[in-house]
Structure formats: structure tokens, C-alpha cells
């Protein structure tokens, strides 16, 4: 407990200078006082402080902060966008000695020897060794991290009910579901088991494709500590340098990473979610390698039909079907209300539409900050594939600035059968249009014969007071107008059911007919 309370104390200490910052955003003189202007070049400066406070302050921060960098409900775009340069990057020598976890985990299994540092993580260092005459990775757990991380879990639990005081009432929902969210994150990460699972799973999903590269696992070496797996080298994805040797545009490349996650999430239903550049590469041969599984996610069927569902309606612009798959992914409560939220998606749509260029994270942050204003959580999953298309899309637009990632999802969605081309969809929609149009179609001659009748008998009158004198008038432009209508109809029916539009096209004449006559006899 008293290391928890000195932890607790550095923590609020670290946070408390841009806490009294924003508190006086609401009132200058914190508590009275009118609230302050602040530039957008002032939140950048505070972001950029925030993210090297997390840094400072050990993993557990830094995963709070990827995290925030998903979360545009809770904090602001310019957050957003710092936050999602969290990488985790610490000195490999930092913490205890990591080979006591190799000699716990591996005993003689591995010439210690034979171990050369590679890379050092906020949550584990990776070294190579030699094994059975190859050269393998080992992502080795820091030892002692997982006290730390339970720890830490504690103290920001115990800063939830303090934010909860300060926060506006519209965040306040948000922050109380991401503080469970959050933990089952972080602790799913720290099992490497499941890493090592995972990676198994999405190398077996891409055993077709050649130019996807998962390295492959050493299951009898794997543990929850440990993750034994192939040892494949790449320079990084964006080397320009690198792509130019091996022939590859950077538009090509981006494409392939797109599309790669696009199949892990939407195909498969397990992806890897932390698609930052320090976690691709390309090999010699023009390979795309993907490393770091430990922020990885299974879906269930239901979730990735859901979430499939939510990329179709968001490139459609389908404002109805948004707003029942936001429902559906336990986004939005069922008890919303559907017609004041309808609005404000239809207020997203029309601003995207307003702008030359649209991207991924636009899309996400403009939803988010328009949903405001009604309670509303983001569930783990979500949470990481949002994370997946922001941070992946950012790695695309670095390779390509005009990389357009929502073109390349609709030509996705079209060619695993997830969307209909433009052509299908307008017949889909015209389809759908004579579907509920046939039934009165269907009764249309029978109720035109009973007005011809009542016409013809005298017994239909409509009576009017004329602005003008009806001399000169037209009594047969009805006729005209009613064949007008018919052959509009029928050319119509031509798309869904062809003897029908004869049939409509033949009464059609026949009310023409009708029409020359009266003129005729005029």
C-alpha cells in the first residue's frame, strides 16, 4: 500500500500543473471568473507536455494515451492526433534484467550466449538467438511489469472519481466505461500466450498471400512470458529508400497495408491493431512483414458483421443504417432518441460532404464530437479497429499524402462482396422502389376503369370556382396527362418485369387514344 500512495502522489504531481491549466480554461480564477480563449497552438503545446508525461511515468501512461488516441469522445482532435504518436519505445536496458525471464522461462532451451539485444518496449525487449541451428526473435515480458502495471491500474482507478468532478457531464459516461474498458486492454497485452496465439491464427489467415509476412511461432518455446518466433529482417515501411530498391510504389504499398487490415478485420475477424510504422517492414523481395502482436483482438461473428456493417453505411453515407449499426455495437443505447440523433448523423454526413478531401480519422472525430450530446460508449473492440484505421490510415498518407483510404475501402468492400458496385446499388435502390410500388401498380387498371366509367356516366364532377373564364380550356388534357403517366410507368417496369410494362404501355395508347378523340370532337 505505501508504494501505491508514493505512486499515486508522483502521478498527481506530474498531472497537477496542466490540471490548474485546464480548469482555468472554465473559469480564469478557477473557481469565478469568466472562461478563457485558448489558441490551438496552446493545446498542441499542452498535448505534446501530456504525451512526454506519459512517457515519463512508465507503460501503464503510455497505453492510457494510445487509448485517448481512439477516444475523440473524450478528448479533443488536437489530443487526438498527439496521443496517436505514442510508440513504445524505452532504453533496452530500463527495469530488471530481462534474461532472468529467459533463464526462468527457457532454461537450456537457449545459448545465452547467443542473445543479442534488438529492440526495448515499454511492456518487453525482443532479442535474437540461435535455436536448432537458426537465427529466432525473442520478445522477452519485463520482469517485475506486471506489479507495476497492477499498480499503476490502481492509481488511475483511483484518479477516475477526480475526473469524474472536473469533466463535463457529456464525458462523464464515456471516461466511468473506459476505465474497465482500459484495464482488460492492458492485461490481455501482458499475456503473451495469447500474443503468441493470435499470431499463429492471422499467420495461418495470410498462408496464401505471399506478399503478407507473419513470422511464424515456436510454439514449444511460447509462454506467457516469452514469444519464440521467426526471425525475419525489413527495413522500415517508411524508408523511401527501401521501396525504390525493391521497385514498389508508395501508393502500391499503401494500398497493401490497407487492404491487409481492412481482410484482418472485416474477412478473418482477428487483427493486429497497432499498425504504427515501427511495427512494419519491408523485406528485400518487396515483402510487407508485420510485427508486435500484443495489441491484437479476436472478434465474434456477430461483432465483425457489425462492424463490417459500419464501414458499408459510413461509405455510403447511409445515415439510417449508421444509425442501427451504432445501436447494434452497443454504441449508442436502443432507448436513444432515433430522430434527434438521425440529425445530427445527417449534420456529419452533410459537413464531410462539404470538404474536398475526406479522411478516416475526419469521419471518426466529426461523429464523435457531433454525438455529444447523448450518452454514448466506445466498446474495446470498436475501440481498437478505430485505432487500426486512424493510425493505419496515417502510415498510408505517409507513404502517399494523396492516399485516399476511404476509395480504397469501398473498392474492398465491392470485391469481397460487402458492397454492391455503383450500378448494382442503383438498381438495388430502384428494385426496392418498384417492390413497394407494384402493389398499387397492380390496381391500377381496375381503379382507372371505374373512373373512366364514372367519366363516361357523368358521375364524376369536380367542381372549382375559376380565377378566369374557362372558355378556350382543354376538357381532354386529363387524358394527356394520365397516358403521360403511364408510359413514365412503364418505362419504369422495363428494369424489373417486362410483360408488365407492355401491359402498362398498351393502356398507356389506349388513354392516348382517348385523348385525340375528345380532341377530335372538340
Not at 469568466?34 to 497552438?41: D, F
Not at 524508408?239 to 497493401?256: F, H, K, Q, W
Request: net charge negative.
Amino acid at each position: 500500500m505505501r508504494g501505491y500512495y508514493l505512486r499515486y502522489v508522483q502521478v498527481l504531481l506530474r498531472f497537477f500543473p496542466l490540471a490548474i491549466a485546464f480548469l482555468r480554461d472554465r473559469r480564469r480564477f478557477l473557481l469565478v471568473g469568466p472562461p478563457r480563449q485558448v489558441s490551438t497552438a496552446v493545446h498542441r503545446d499542452r498535448a505534446q507536455r501530456l504525451t512526454e508525461t506519459m512517457l515519463d511515468l512508465g507503460p501503464a501512461f503510455i497505453k492510457v494515451g494510445q487509448v485517448l488516441s481512439t477516444r475523440p469522445d473524450i478528448v479533443p482532435p488536437t489530443y487526438v492526433e498527439e496521443f496517436a504518436t505514442l510508440q513504445d519505445e524505452v532504453p533496452e536496458g530500463a527495469g530488471g534484467d530481462p534474461l532472468t525471464v529467459v533463464d526462468a522461462e527457457l532454461g537450456d532451451e537457449i545459448d545465452r550466449e547467443t542473445l543479442e539485444p534488438v529492440a526495448g518496449g515499454s511492456l518487453a525487449f525482443v532479442y535474437t538467438a540461435a535455436y536448432d541451428g537458426e537465427r529466432i526473435a525473442l520478445k522477452v515480458r519485463r520482469p517485475g511489469i506486471g506489479a507495476v502495471i497492477e499498480r499503476d491500474l490502481r492509481v488511475i482507478r483511483g484518479f477516475v472519481p477526480l475526473l469524474l468532478l472536473i469533466a463535463d457531464e457529456r464525458q462523464r459516461y464515456s471516461i466511468e466505461n473506459l476505465a474497465g474498458d482500459f484495464e482488460d486492454i492492458i492485461l490481455e497485452e501482458l499475456d503473451f500466450a495469447r500474443e503468441a496465439s493470435i499470431m499463429a491464427e492471422i499467420d495461418d489467415n495470410f498462408a496464401d498471400n505471399d506478399r503478407i509476412v507473419v513470422p511464424e511461432t515456436y510454439p514449444d518455446l511460447c509462454s506467457e512470458r516469452v514469444v519464440a518466433m521467426e526471425y525475419i529482417e525489413g527495413r522500415k515501411i517508411t524508408d523511401e529508400r527501401a521501396l525504390a530498391e525493391v521497385g514498389i510504389e508508395p501508393t502500391e504499398m499503401a494500398t497493401l497495408i490497407a487492404r491487409t487490415y481492412l481482410k484482418m478485420g472485416l474477412v478473418d475477424g482477428v487483427f493486429h491493431a497497432d499498425p504504427h510504422p515501427g511495427n512494419l517492414s519491408v523485406t528485400d523481395d518487396g515483402r510487407l512483414v508485420i510485427y508486435d502482436y500484443g495489441m491484437s483482438q479476436r472478434l465474434t461473428d456477430k461483432e465483425q458483421a457489425d462492424i463490417t456493417a459500419l464501414y458499408r453505411t459510413l461509405v455510403r453515407r447511409d445515415v439510417d443504417g449508421l444509425l442501427n449499426t451504432l445501436i447494434a455495437l452497443e454504441v449508442l443505447d436502443p432507448s436513444v432518441d432515433r430522430v434527434q440523433v438521425r440529425r445530427v448523423l445527417e449534420l456529419v454526413i452533410e459537413s464531410l460532404e462539404g470538404r474536398s478531401e475526406i479522411t478516416w480519422r475526419q469521419i471518426i472525430t466529426e461523429l464523435f464530437a457531433r454525438l455529444h450530446e447523448f450518452p454514448f460508449r466506445i466498446p474495446p473492440n470498436v475501440m481498437l479497429l478505430m485505432r487500426v484505421g486512424t493510425v493505419g490510415e496515417g502510415v498510408c498518407r505517409t507513404l502517399d499524402p494523396e492516399f485516399d483510404f476511404l476509395e480504397v475501402t469501398r473498392s474492398f468492400l465491392v470485391d469481397y462482396g460487402f458492397l454492391e458496385s455503383e450500378l448494382e446499388t442503383l438498381l438495388s435502390d430502384v428494385r426496392g422502389d418498384l417492390r413497394e410500388s407494384l402493389p398499387v401498380l397492380a390496381r391500377a387498371p381496375a381503379r382507372f376503369d371505374t373512373v373512366f366509367g364514372q367519366l363516361e356516366r357523368g358521375d364524376l364532377v369536380v367542381k372549382t370556382d375559376p380565377a378566369e373564364s374557362t372558355r378556350g380550356g382543354d376538357p381532354a388534357v386529363g387524358y394527356a396527362i394520365l397516358a403521360g403517366s403511364l408510359f413514365v410507368a412503364a418505362s419504369v417496369l422495363t428494369l424489373h418485369e417486362g410483360s408488365l410494362a407492355i401491359a402498362v404501355g398498351l393502356f398507356g395508347l389506349l388513354v392516348l387514344g382517348q385523348y385525340v378523340r375528345k380532341r377530335h370532337h372538340r
